[in-house]
């Protein structure tokens, strides 16, 4: 089973030509649409969408994850090898954090040309790269014949969590369309605790720690770990993010109290 996840939309023929290709070469192959509705160039929000739906497929799965706005420069393109599955794209942090879920055991470059279409452009590497790589891939190719292994893949500040003086230091990876904060610290980050502390930009909140958004008032704050296992800021039936001023890319710090 092969996976895409990309900023390219669905008006123009991109994706099509890509999953195109991923059956020329594997006729057998399964592709499942993960989105092509992230926000252009943005890594981040390819990288919470990727994390978010990779844990529910099959082992053995290949994500191919597209959004990449140094295409054709010499940003690498990686084939990363987890315990579950693997995962396909450019270097550039996009699949870092779906990848670390997995607990990651290899990294490799994509630069065997035997597994690239014979003609590679500056700027489609979606098609003739990773679309190719993918297929191979499913198809049994060995992840160590695609290229050399690699030691320093791009992890940004992101995929961590930081701890210091008993806080644990996050950022903000997205707010859906109902407001809701969704922060890069997990529930393995998370001691059982009752109430925590939250500092989000100049607000410091003393929230309960909650399972369902139900538990709060309307209107009231609450912090619970959401159903992709991210620590959310949320306000029940209203939006946390405009309540607070928060923006993508915001530090977060959380004690327990």
Not at 8 to 24: C, H, N, Q, R, S
Not at 193 to 214: E, I, P, R, S
């Amino acid at each position: 089973m092969i996976t895409l996840t990309s900023d390219f939309g669905l008006v123009d023929p991109y994706v099509a030509e890509m999953k195109g290709v991923i059956i020329t070469i594997n006729p057998n192959a399964k592709i499942i649409d993960v989105t092509h509705g992230v926000e252009k160039f943005n890594i981040r929000m390819g990288a919470f969408m990727l994390a978010s739906a990779a844990s529910y497929f099959p082992r053995g799965t290949v994500h191919l994850a597209v959004v990449d706005p140094g295409v054709g420069s010499e940003r690498r393109a990686i084939l990363i090898q987890t315990k579950k599955g693997f995962f396909v794209g450019p270097d550039n942090g996009v699949l870092m954090l779906a990848a670390q879920n997995q607990s990651i055991e290899h990294v490799y470059e994509l630069s065997n040309p035997e597994f690239m279409l014979p003609n590679v452009s500056n700027t489609f590497h979606g098609r003739e790269i990773f679309a190719p790589a993918a297929a191979y891939l499913d198809k049994g190719a060995k992840p160590c014949e695609f290229g050399a292994e690699v030691t320093d893949a791009i992890t940004p500040e992101y995929a961590n969590v930081k701890r210091k003086n008993g806080s644990l230091i996050g950022a903000v990876l997205h707010i859906d369309s109902f407001g809701n904060v969704i922060t890069n610290i997990t529930l393995t980050d998370l001691l059982q605790t009752k109430n925590v502390k939250v500092k989000l930009q100049n607000h410091m909140l003393q929230l309960t720690f909650a399972k369902t958004y139900a538990q709060a008032k309307p209107k009231e704050a609450v912090a619970l770990v959401g159903s992709h296992g991210f620590l959310e800021i949320a306000l029940n039936q209203g939006s946390a993010a405009e309540k607070f001023g928060v923006k993508v890319g915001d530090e977060v710090e959380v004690a327990a109290i």
